[in-house]
């Protein structure tokens, strides 16, 4: 069944047929995480729930398989805690996709040039997408992750915009609006592309549910639309839009967003391109731990017939200002212990996904912190402009210096190391060197610090946003 507003829902009665029990021990799973044996989705239930006969998560259960998932990190990826020098460019919140997790579109007609009212958010021309990247760039950085929303008048490219406006009544057959229509064009796809690559940089973009769109109403394939965005400056795909491969509970939070096997096409498309990827999963609203674990398995699945996943992406829900919480489907997001416990299985599960990225903007340092030592290694990046947990009530800030990852990474007794984004350039940074510490790795990185002292304190209460 499809429901399209939080305010049609049941919260005591979601229909799920998944639920989290099992015929398995949680001994018996513990045993098997702590020898290496591949584990089971009901393996992986057990560890999350710390046993499905009780109700509860069980502390010193889950002590053990924190420190099962902190040793398996320490054979795997050593003592090491690396980030990224990023920018976070975001092209556009206009969306009508509706994703009742979502807080970060705004409702596209408000783009309009004839729409009467003010609006919260932004599109920038590829010419101003440029601008920002270029900044960064001279300052350092070397990867540009950029996501959107799924703006009615974003196409491929030239070719795309003519297959989309020969529909009738485009608008509801293929969300599909002409440029005209809007105060400020994104260009295409392809443009924003070609405007981002600046010098080398690595641009990061193109999640699952932004290449669907970027072929909707066409026949073209996956592989093809990402070889093209390839040719455009691509370097390599985000797996975001993944919140919780699960159809039954898509169709509670994201009805309007491909399903799951939609999600998994388009990324073994990207890989077919010859792209990197990441995979995330997005959790802690609806979801129980038998969908986490399902999910897992298809993450696993999907690398065991790739390899091209570099890292994992645990994304916490982030409730506050978004429509499940605010029509109380949900009460809440995730606890820490659960927060915990995914990041401890995601590492034990995933036996073929080398680094599990722990979110500060989703945690906060502390909690991040806490979690480098329940099996993630890899701490995130710079990005020093945050727009989609900002948007949902999170608080927890929107960039980080590299002092301050030296600082964190080295109070935890591990190794800071600068990364590029497909792992295989770094840098150990000695400690004992700095401050002010700053990256090396990229074309123009010379070592100056992204942020100083000032700009930092002067950078803690902006607002990125700008109007249409
Ligand atoms: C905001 S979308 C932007 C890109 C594109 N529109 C898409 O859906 O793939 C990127 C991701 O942000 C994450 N996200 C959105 N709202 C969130 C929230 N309230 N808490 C945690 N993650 C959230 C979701 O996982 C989503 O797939
Ligand atoms: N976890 C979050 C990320 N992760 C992405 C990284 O910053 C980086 O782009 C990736 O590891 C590839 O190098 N980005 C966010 O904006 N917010 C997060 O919560
Ligand atoms: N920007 C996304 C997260 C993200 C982007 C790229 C990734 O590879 C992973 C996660 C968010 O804040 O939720
Ligand atoms: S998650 Fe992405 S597709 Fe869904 S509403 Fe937000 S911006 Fe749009």
Request: one cysteine or more.
């Amino acid at each position: 069944m499809t429901r399209s507003s939080a305010a049609d829902l049941d919260p005591d009665d979601l229909g799920f047929e998944h639920v989290p029990e099992t015929d398995q021990s949680f001994e018996n799973a513990l045993a098997k995480a702590r020898d290496g044996t591949r584990l089971t989705v009901d393996d992986a239930v057990e560890l999350l729930t710390t046993g499905s006969d009780a109700p509860g998560i069980d502390r010193r259960r889950k002590e053990a398989v924190l420190e099962a998932a902190d040793r398996r990190r320490a054979e795997v990826v050593g003592d090491e805690v690396t980030f990224v020098a990023n920018l976070n460019n975001n092209v556009t919140t206009a969306c009508n996709t509706g994703c009742l997790f979502c807080n970060f579109k705004d409702t596209a007609h408000q783009f309009e040039t004839d729409h009467g009212g003010g609006h919260a958010g932004f599109t920038k021309t590829p010419a101003e997408s440029r601008e920002a990247v270029a900044g960064a760039v001279e300052r350092g950085v070397y990867e540009v992750t950029s996501v959107s929303g799924l703006h009615p008048a974003f196409a491929l490219n030239d070719e795309h915009h003519e297959i989309l406006r020969g529909y009738d009544d485009a608008a509801s057959a293929v969300n599909y609006k002409p440029p005209e229509r809007y105060v400020t064009d994104p260009g295409t796809y392809v443009d924003q592309l070609d405007a981002m690559s600046v010098d080398g940089v690595h641009l990061h973009s193109m999640t699952p549910e932004e290449a669907y769109h970027a072929r909707r109403g066409t026949d073209w394939n996956y592989e093809e639309v990402y070889s093209e965005l390839a040719d455009a400056g691509l370097d390599s795909a985000p797996g975001t839009a993944a919140e919780i491969l699960v159809d039954e509970v898509r169709d509670v939070i994201c009805p309007g967003k491909i399903d799951s096997q939609g999600w998994i096409d388009a990324m073994e498309g990207a890989m077919a391109a010859g792209l990197d990827t990441t995979a995330t999963i997005m959790y802690g609203h609806v979801d129980n731990e038998m969908h986490r674990a399902i999910h897992l398995q298809r993450v696993r699945d999907l690398q065991d017939r790739t390899g091209g996943i570099t890292e994992f992406v645990p994304l916490s829900f982030v409730h506050e200002r978004t429509p499940l919480y605010e029509h109380g489907v949900v009460s809440g997001g995730a606890s820490d212990a659960e927060d915990e416990l995914l990041i401890a299985v995601s590492r034990l599960f995933l036996d073929n996904v080398e680094n599990i990225q722990t979110s500060w903007v989703k945690y906060g340092d502390e909690k991040a912190l806490k979690t480098l030592s329940c099996g993630a290694n890899d701490f995130m990046g710079t990005i020093l402009s945050e727009e989609i947990t900002k948007r949902a009530g999170g608080s927890y800030g929107e960039f980080r210096s590299f002092d301050d990852y030296v600082d964190l990474v080295t109070s935890v007794g591990r190794i800071p190391v600068e990364r590029s984004t497909d792992y295989r350039d770094r840098r150990r940074i000695d400690p004992d060197e700095g401050p002010p510490f700053g990256p090396t790795l990229g074309p123009k990185a010379d070592g100056t610090p992204l942020l100083s002292e000032r700009e930092r304190a002067g950078r803690a209460g902006t607002d990125a946003a700008a109007d249409d």
